[in-house]
C-alpha cells in the first residue's frame, strides 16, 4: 500500500477548511422557512440556526386556548431549526465529501489502518 504523500494531505485539509469557513459564513445570509397550525405561525431561521422572525396570524390568538397558540409556535420553531441544520449538513456535506459519514471515516485519506 502506498504512503499518502503529507504535502498533498496537508493542502486538502487546509482546502477543506477555507471551504468549510466560507460555507458557515453563507449560511448566515441564508434563510428557511417553517409554518405550523396551517400557516397560522411562520417562523424563518438562518442556516446557522438563528431565529430571525416568528410571524403569528391574528386568527391563531385565541385567549381561550393560549396552549394551543404555544404548542403551534414551539413546533414551527422546532421545524425551522430542523429545516437549518439540513441546510447546513447539505453545505458542509458536499465540502468534507462524507467524512466521518455514515461508511465514510477517513478512508479517502488514504491513511494507513482507515
Keep these: 500500500m502506498p504512503q499518502p504523500n503529507m504535502n498533498q494531505l496537508l493542502k ?12 458557515q459564513e453563507s449560511l448566515k445570509d441564508e434563510t428557511v422557512e417553517a409554518a405550523a397550525g ?3 405561525v411562520t417562523v424563518q431561521a438562518t442556516g446557522d440556526g438563528v431565529i430571525k422572525s416568528i410571524t403569528i396570524d391574528p386568527e391563531a390568538v ?12 414551539l413546533a414551527a420553531v422546532n421545524e425551522a431549526l430542523r429545516a437549518s441544520q439540513e441546510l447546513a449538513a447539505e453545505k458542509m456535506g458536499g465540502i468534507t465529501g462524507g467524512l466521518g459519514g455514515p461508511g ?3 478512508g479517502g485519506l488514504g491513511l494507513p489502518g482507515m
Design 62 to 73: 385565541d385567549p381561550e386556548d393560549v396552549e394551543m397558540l404555544q404548542d403551534t409556535v
Design 38 to 40: 396551517g400557516g397560522m
Design 104 to 106: 465514510g471515516g477517513l
Design 12 to 23: 486538502q485539509a487546509q482546502k477543506m477548511q477555507a471551504d468549510m469557513m466560507a460555507a
